[in-house]
């Protein structure tokens, strides 16, 4: 008879409690036995029945010591075995609990369960081709075990074989349409598979079935995010932050949402929530920065560019805020000086780039802004106006075939801009090419009216000639 046999126990007045202190006090004799002399515990039933108290209240060391007790009186146990490993991987202590399960599979390998088991600490072990194969053997054992089949999709989610995976879960789904774990894999892989509403369907089906799966509202949140219906997603995070309120991701991703919505200061109020619970969390960090930028509160955003850049001085996009933070409070060498920084971490960023060249111009360093505008042109060369700029300060400093090509370039980008014309026009009457200024300030005239009136103020004098008088009389 076990523990849980005795008739102390269905005394129908105790509650859960006593019936629980009752058996924590059984449970006391028996380590007193244990610590005192281990082979006084001969009772199988008992050791079995302790083990698995232990085990199901997430006791694991409690739950080892009597399995190893079991194990002394029964070694040839696959059941025991196979136990002993269950807790050793809930320890964490992987390798351990392999070395179990071979051998509860030596003394019963046609046991499937002792194979899924193995497949899943094989997986925790980062060897998901061995898991694989161990599923395999489990369902060669026994084709309709749901486990076997279900850890074998979490495996090949693992490995990134999101298509395959998902075929599992739907094949489990039409067999068992209340299995929650699989309604949320799926939605998991469809959202890697850039399937939003299939992976939205998934989610609130997983959620029909077990709304309080925090984590469940946080990944629909995400795919709503995706889907830019920042409203929903929310009220998705609202839902996983009332079911877990220390959910920094939650915080973070709400204030994503708010962000996008143009409502700054939830934003910043999610933020700082979401670095009280993780005070490390960078990407917050330099969130948090840019939302008090957006409000022009740049001493503030500096303040968290600098921690961003603290925890991670690799963190080139927290150079890059704060120094056009610093610039626009007219610090032009500490701008310049991030910015460096910014670029000798990330060379390829056209927009810092432009940053850097913008900077240089409005510091009076008109040649040397030259080469930041050339590469922002070769790093995003439809950026018509990277090209306009580009062309408008080689103008200034007095190279004007240049900035004629650069003007073309932008003409041919966008011909229907009527910026391009009058920018070309503008070279061409440098270069005194008189009659083709002419006609591109006619088609950026036919284009934007406004443009003639610009014309006249920026060169007076040319009213008087007579390739623009009748055009700009008209």
């Known amino acids: 008879m076990g523990i849980l046999d005795d008739n102390s126990f269905d005394d129908e007045s105790d509650d859960e409690q006593a019936r629980n202190d009752r058996f924590e006090d059984e449970l006391r004799k028996y380590k007193d036995m244990l610590r005192d002399d281990p082979s006084r515990i001969t009772n199988l039933e008992a050791l079995e029945e302790i083990v698995g108290y232990y085990y199901e209240n997430e006791k694991y060391r409690e739950a080892l010591r009597?399995?190893?007790?079991?194990?002394?009186?029964?070694?040839?146990?696959?059941?025991?075995?196979?136990?002993?490993?269950?807790?050793?991987?809930?320890?964490?202590?992987?390798?351990?609990?392999?070395?179990?399960?071979?051998?509860a599979e030596g003394f019963n390998p046609a046991d499937p369960e002792i194979q899924v088991s193995k497949g899943i600490t094989l997986d925790d072990l980062d060897r998901p081709d061995e898991a694989l194969s161990c599923f395999e053997r489990a369902l060669e054992l026994d084709p309709s075990n749901e486990d076997a089949l279900f850890n074998k999709g979490i495996t090949l989610e693992k490995t990134g074989r999101y298509d395959e995976a998902v075929q599992i879960f739907s094949f489990i789904l039409k067999n068992s349409p209340d299995?929650?774990?699989?309604?949320?894999?799926?939605?998991?892989?469809?959202?890697?598979?850039?399937?939003?509403?299939?992976?939205?369907?998934?989610?609130?089906?997983?959620?029909?079935?077990?709304?309080?799966?925090?984590?469940?509202?946080?990944?629909?949140?995400?795919?709503?995010?995706?889907?830019?219906?920042?409203?929903?997603?929310?009220?998705?995070?609202?839902?996983?932050?009332?079911?877990?309120?220390?959910?920094?991701?939650?915080?973070?991703?709400?204030?994503?949402?708010?962000?996008?919505?143009?409502?700054?200061?939830?934003?910043?109020?999610?933020?700082?929530?979401?670095?009280?619970?993780?005070?490390?969390?960078?990407?917050?960090?330099?969130?948090?920065?840019n939302a008090y930028e957006e409000l022009a509160d740049y001493r503030g955003a500096i303040s968290c560019f600098s921690e961003a850049i603290q925890l991670d001085p690799g963190h080139y996009e927290s150079y890059f805020g704060r120094g056009s933070c610093y610039d626009a409070l007219e610090e032009y060498e500490n701008a310049l000086t991030d910015y460096d920084r910014a670029l000798?971490?990330?060379?390829?960023?056209?927009?810092?780039?432009?940053?850097?060249?913008?900077?240089?111009?409005?510091?009076?360093?008109?040649?040397?802004?030259?080469?930041?505008?050339?590469?922002?042109?070769?790093?995003?060369?439809?950026?018509?106006?990277?090209?306009?700029?580009?062309?408008?300060?080689?103008?200034?400093?007095?190279?004007?075939?240049?900035?004629?090509?650069?003007?073309?370039?932008?003409?041919?980008?966008?011909?229907?801009?009527?910026?391009?014309?009058?920018?070309?026009?503008?070279?061409?009457?440098?270069l005194?090419?008189?009659?083709?200024?002419?006609?591109?300030?006619?088609?950026?005239?036919?284009?934007?009216?406004?443009?003639?009136?610009?014309?006249?103020?920026?060169?007076?004098?040319?009213?008087?000639?007579?390739?623009f008088r009748n055009l700009l009389n008209r």
Not at 363 to 391: F, Q
Not at 437 to 452: F, G, H, M, Q, V
Request: aromatic fraction near 12%; proline fraction near 4%.
């Open 179 to 289: 299995h929650k774990e699989a309604w949320y894999e799926a939605g998991y892989c469809y959202d890697y598979l850039e399937k939003p509403q299939e992976s939205l369907r998934c989610y609130d089906e997983h959620l029909n079935r077990d709304p309080f799966n925090y984590n469940g509202w946080y990944n629909r949140g995400i795919v709503l995010t995706r889907l830019m219906n920042y409203n929903a997603a929310l009220e998705s995070y609202d839902m996983a932050l009332a079911i877990r309120e220390d959910f920094p991701a939650a915080w973070y991703n709400k204030g994503n949402a708010c962000a996008n919505l143009g409502r700054i200061h939830d934003a910043i109020t999610c933020y700082r929530e979401t670095v009280r619970l993780d005070e490390k969390d960078i990407p917050a960090w330099h969130n948090l920065g």
């Open 344 to 430: 000798s971490l990330s060379r390829d960023y056209a927009e810092l780039w432009y940053a850097k060249a913008d900077l240089l111009y409005n510091m009076e360093k008109r040649k040397e802004s030259l080469p930041c505008y050339r590469m922002v042109t070769r790093l995003d060369p439809a950026n018509v106006e990277a090209w306009l700029d580009y062309g408008e300060t080689l103008l200034e400093v007095g190279f004007t075939r240049q900035a004629l090509r650069a003007f073309d370039r932008a003409v041919a980008i966008n011909p229907h801009s009527a910026e391009p014309h009058y920018c070309r026009a503008k070279a061409l009457i440098t």
């Open 432 to 467: 005194n090419r008189l009659f083709e200024a002419a006609e591109s300030l006619r088609t950026s005239i036919l284009i934007d009216p406004d443009k003639r009136i610009d014309f006249k103020a920026e060169f007076p004098a040319a009213q008087s000639t007579q390739e």
């Open 66 to 103: 009597f399995v190893d007790q079991l194990l002394s009186l029964v070694p040839y146990s696959a059941d025991a075995w196979q136990r002993k490993g269950l807790i050793l991987s809930n320890l964490s202590r992987f390798e351990e609990a392999l070395s179990a399960f071979d051998r």
